[in-house]
């Protein structure tokens, strides 16, 4: 088995279950899924597409809450264990000095990274169209929110947790007014978290052919940095004849010009397959947005939310992942 290293500080308390004995999977599910079930709180009518961090020892995050309106809000969280949580009834009210870029109608799909002094969220915000909202907090109580990243429409924006060349990085998926029908992945540079640009391509859907990732791909979790290159992991979508199909996927992306690709899953890494996961009020979505590592032992555990209803726990090996990759690689 090749090896690879990941970068970063150990996580000796991450959330695990070891895998089942006979499997030959790569990223095995949680026994106990989902983790946050859709009536957690009770203004909830599901819990899904959510952002998990350590933090002070434990863990925290921001969650996507639809309420029984059938609203979209992010809500803070918290975990003791990484397997259950208590979400904040209330949807996050930010500070912001700009009044205008505070009348959004929509938040949803957050993403959590923590890139210096701070943790920075990153959500699709229906701003006079879809959009990537920012904010930053210190401690999961107070959030301050930024200038929107992007003009609608857009979608999927994940930040790097370091600097690159001396610039931010985020991931997006530029995108129409509804259920997109389409999406590439691009990155974008800024020097100062404002100011966006310098736009690189990165991955394509599989288009020419009928596969898992051949309608739209997105960004999921925050990227990996390891010896080998940030590991990305990333949804990809097949539109069947009964819809949408939701699958997980990962990349290798080179350390300095991440746009490029060095090795790319062929095949699917995790699918609908759970009632969990193919029944809810999306059928057939397993939707990644959050991953736990811990550098000691290369373990890896990633949270997806599950038929746009609940939030549910894989685990991987980093030196599998990397294998995997290795072999199985389609540009």
């Not at 998990?52 to 969650?63: C, D, L, T």
């Not at 010896?227 to 990305?232: D, I, N, P, T």
């Not at 790319?264 to 759970?274: F, I, Q, V």
């Amino acid at each position: 088995m090749a090896k690879i290293s990941i970068k970063g500080e150990n996580l000796p308390n991450i959330p695990w279950q070891d895998k089942p004995k006979g499997s030959n999977d790569i990223v095995w599910r949680y026994s106990n899924n989902p983790v946050i079930p859709r009536d957690l709180i009770p203004c909830s009518n599901s819990i899904f597409n959510s952002a998990v961090v350590p933090y002070k020892g434990e863990f925290a995050g921001v969650f996507r809450v639809d309420d029984r309106s059938r609203n979209m809000r992010i809500h803070t969280g918290s975990s003791k264990d990484g397997f259950n949580f208590q979400i904040n009834p209330e949807p996050i009210q930010f500070v912001c000095d700009e009044p205008d870029i505070a009348k959004f109608i929509e938040s949803y799909d957050p993403r959590v990274c923590w890139i210096e002094d701070r943790y920075y969220v990153t959500w699709c915000n229906n701003y006079h169209g879809y959009t990537i909202g920012m904010a930053y907090t210190y401690d999961f109580k107070k959030y301050y929110q930024m200038e929107n990243s992007f003009l609608p429409f857009n979608r999927n924006g994940v930040m790097f947790p370091r600097k690159v060349n001396g610039k931010y990085l985020m991931f997006s998926r530029p995108s129409d007014t509804g259920h997109t029908p389409f999406g590439d992945i691009f990155i974008s540079q800024s020097p100062d978290l404002i100011h966006w640009g310098c736009h690189r391509h990165v991955m394509s859907p599989k288009r020419d052919k009928l596969t898992w990732q051949c309608t739209k791909i997105g960004a999921g979790p925050i990227p990996i940095e390891t010896s080998e290159g940030w590991l990305v992991f990333y949804h990809g979508v097949l539109t069947s004849c009964n819809g949408f199909v939701y699958q997980m996927g990962a990349a290798l992306l080179d350390l300095e010009k991440p746009w490029k690709v060095i090795y790319r899953s062929k095949d699917y890494l995790l699918n609908p397959r759970t009632i969990y996961e193919c029944v809810g009020d999306v059928p057939n979505v397993v939707f990644p947005c959050a991953s736990l590592q811990d550098p000691a032992s290369g373990k890896i555990a990633i949270y997806y939310g599950c038929a746009d209803t609940v939030t549910s726990l894989a685990f991987c090996y980093a030196d599998e992942i990397f294998d995997y990759l290795k072999n199985n690689s389609e540009l």
